[in-house]
T-cell receptor, first 115, second 111 residues
């Protein structure tokens, strides 16, 4: 079965450094997302992306965050200047179409640790 | 506000039946998803309910009552591999594209 792939699986960085989390969504999918999960807490929505632009973002997704789809396959999340509280598991997700019952396919996540 | 509640942890015995409840209060509703998440892995889709009633899919069934803001996931003939977290998530599309997740229920199945 096709899957969403994320790299790296673990990323350790110093506070204030920039990180880029990478994702390859399923090839025929059109809608892309980033979610995150702080240890012991809920999965939280960060941003959705469709037709080469952000379609929705949460209050978490401030100016330190950006997303990009640089080519036809990759979808990246950049955090410009990481903070301790950015430590979390970051999940990329995609779905094929716009139907309300369209399920999200999640990647296995990148565990980001900010020291 | 948006609120989705699930029990934090549950335990059950292999071969048994377990019901994981989810109650929600959200601004708008257009369906409820259940996802399974094994430790360190991606959440994987289990079910979607938008109409009241029971949806059965093999050993797993999911129920929805929109008037009560309530859903449950029923797992029958439990197997050790069912030990995982079960995430309830509400969709309010097209008003918003995001899924709102509950905290997840960690299920441990014992032999």
């Amino acid at each position: 079965e096709p899957e969403v792939t994320q790299t790296p699986s673990h990323q350790v960085t110093q506070m204030g450094q920039e990180v880029i989390l990478r994702c390859v969504p399923i090839s025929n999918h059109l809608y892309f997302y980033w979610y995150r999960q702080i240890l012991g807490q809920k999965v939280e929505f960060l941003v959705s992306f469709y037709n080469n632009e952000i379609s929705e973002k949460s209050e978490i997704f401030d100016d330190q965050f950006s997303v990009e789809r640089p080519d036809g396959s990759n979808f990246t999340l950049k955090i410009r200047s990481t903070k301790l509280e950015d430590s979390a598991m970051y999940f990329c997700a995609s779905r094929r179409g716009g139907g309300v019952d369209e399920k999200l396919f999640f990647g296995s996540g990148t565990q980001l640790s900010v020291l | 506000g948006q609120n989705i509640d699930q029990p934090t942890e549950m335990t059950a015995t292999e071969g048994a039946i377990v019901q994981i409840n989810c109650t929600y209060q959200t601004s708008g509703f257009n369906g409820l998803f259940w996802y399974q998440q094994h430790a360190g892995e991606a959440p994987t889709f289990l079910s979607y309910n938008v109409l009241d009633g029971l949806e059965e899919k093999g050993r797993f069934s999911s129920f929805l009552s929109r008037s009560k803001g309530y859903s449950y996931l029923l797992l029958k003939e439990l197997q050790m591999k069912d030990s995982a977290s079960y995430l309830c998530a509400v969709s309010s599309r097209p008003r918003t594209d995001k899924l709102i997740f509950g905290t997840g229920t960690r299920l441990q199945v014992f032999p």
